[in-house]
């Protein structure tokens, strides 16, 4: 059974930094690529970061790029989104999930999904 857990949230203040974790077990890193989204209050999902499998080659929507990394260690299966320079419009409900194939801009079509972690950036 497919799981990705998040973990990492929390209140930051503008400026400020976060890291996300996301811990997935029932597959491998190696064969899935892991997509971070994000979903603030009133708006439609939409896609941050990705990093493919085997190659790792990432993949970041221009809101984030220059702040946002993303990185993954396959001996823990785990893949990190470190944020940086955090702006209030960043604060959303972050997801990660899984597929062969990394669908930044089509989330629909992502296999498998985590619960998300919270992320309010805030004075």
């Known amino acids: 059974q497919v799981q990705l857990v998040e973990s990492g949230g929390g209140l930051v203040q503008p400026g400020g930094s976060l890291r996300l974790s996301c811990a997935a077990s029932?597959?491998?890193?190696?064969?899935?690529?892991i997509g971070w989204f994000r979903q603030a209050p009133g708006k439609e999902r939409e896609g941050v970061s990705c990093?493919?499998?085997?190659?790792?080659?990432?993949y970041y929507v221009d809101s984030v790029k220059g702040r946002f990394t993303i990185s993954r260690d396959n001996a823990k299966n785990t893949v990190y989104l470190q944020m940086n320079s955090l702006k209030p419009e960043d604060t959303a409900v972050y997801y990660c999930?899984?597929?062969?194939?990394?669908?930044?801009?089509?989330?629909?079509?992502?296999?498998?999904w985590g619960k998300g972690t919270l992320v309010t950036v805030s004075s």
């Open positions: 990093i493919s499998s085997s190659a790792g080659i990432t």
């Open positions: 029932g597959l491998t890193l190696d064969y899935y690529a």
């Open positions: 999930a899984a597929d062969p194939w990394c669908r930044i801009h089509s989330p629909q079509l992502m296999d498998y």
